[in-house]
């Protein structure tokens, strides 16, 4: 497993709901592989879960049941993407929901996955204090960077926060030039105080 913090899976599930815990389940799942900072493979795939998916979600999304419908199920799905994920450590934008989607998911076909995981919102909060918020939305108009077709599409998700993520990276050796900047290290960042995040990074500079 690589520990370099631009070699990563960035992933972003579409799902029926909010929670597993409410027998939610995943209906589409976009992932890209980064390998020092650019993107060299991606993964995507609708999903039937089995129900039908209420109208909320299909206008948020704009995935729409007639499009679930004669979609492979969510188990063979889920077991090609890990393949896909290999042992890379993955990056989501509000991992924490991501993370749920994907332990349920791969709890029922009986598979696990060996990387660790990162949040791209917690580090922004971190480095981009001065945002608005930190919404995957708003912090890619924040940092300039061109959307990529419709946001809550997973796909277009998980290459825009691979953009974040690379664009995080880089503000942060422009700021403080560390030498190398590891996936511990922006994991550790994601979890410090944000009072005290200058001073994490600064401490990482030799």
């Not at 889920?78 to 989501?92: H, K, Q």
Request: net charge negative; charged share 25%.
């Amino acid at each position: 497993m690589e520990n370099i913090a631009d070699t990563v899976v960035v992933l972003d599930f579409e799902t029926t709901g909010l929670s597993p815990n409410y027998g939610d389940r995943a209906i589409e799942i976009g992932a890209v592989l980064l390998k020092n900072g650019t993107i060299v493979d991606r993964f995507q795939k609708l999903m039937n879960p089995g129900v039908l998916i209420n109208s909320f979600i299909e206008n948020y999304t704009g995935i729409t049941n007639k499009m679930l419908e004669d979609q492979p199920s969510c188990e063979d799905v889920m077991a090609e993407f890990s393949e896909f994920i290999g042992d890379y450590n993955l990056i989501a934008h509000n991992a924490s929901f991501d993370k749920r989607f994907l332990d349920s998911e791969f709890q029922k076909i009986n598979k696990t996955y060996n990387g660790s995981f990162c949040c791209s919102m917690l580090v922004a909060r971190r480095i981009y204090q001065d945002a608005p918020n930190h919404k995957l939305e708003t912090l890619i108009s924040h940092t300039n960077i061109k959307p990529i077709g419709s946001f809550h599409r997973a796909l277009a998700d998980a290459e825009m926060t691979a953009y974040l993520w690379t664009s995080i990276i880089d503000d942060i050796n422009e700021r403080y030039r560390i030498p190398v900047i590891y996936f511990d290290h922006l994991k550790k960042l994601s979890k410090t105080d944000k009072a005290y995040a200058h001073k994490y990074l600064c401490s990482l500079v030799k």
